[in-house]
């Protein structure tokens, strides 16, 4: 008999308590000071084109998104950059961050 007031009552405050966390929780976020939120750019068209280069005694070709005339690779054979110059121009997937990120990028052109 006790066991099965005992349950009862565990039972009433287990109900009772999720009722509580439900209605009382309140999601907040929150943004500090230094956070980066994603921005709409728009750039407009990005490019790609592959410009051949010597360095070194080698031959590059070189992977450059404009308007920013940014160096996005760099590969030693001309098929290589022109296949990802193409997948980039048809596919734009960087187009909403405003272009390849910073981290990616191998150097900018003046």
């Known amino acids: 008999m006790l066991k099965n007031l005992r349950l009862k009552m565990n039972r009433e405050i287990r109900l009772n308590h999720k009722k509580s966390e439900t209605t009382d929780k309140i999601q907040k976020v929150k943004f500090h ?3 980066r939120r994603p921005g709409v750019y728009n750039v407009g068209t990005l490019t790609y084109k592959s410009k051949m280069t010597k360095s070194k005694g080698d ?3 070189r992977v450059i ?3 920013k005339k940014i160096v996005v690779a760099e ?3 001309e098929e290589d950059a022109n296949k ?3 997948f980039q121009n048809t596919n734009q ?3 909403l961050e405003g272009g390849i ?3 990616l990028h191998l150097k900018k052109l003046k």
């Open 33 to 35: 000071r230094g956070d």
């Open 65 to 67: 998104e404009y308007p």
């Open 84 to 86: 990802f110059v193409k």
């Open 101 to 103: 990120p910073k981290f």
């Open 75 to 77: 590969y030693f054979f």
């Open 93 to 95: 997937v960087w187009k």
């Open 59 to 61: 031959i590059l070709w």
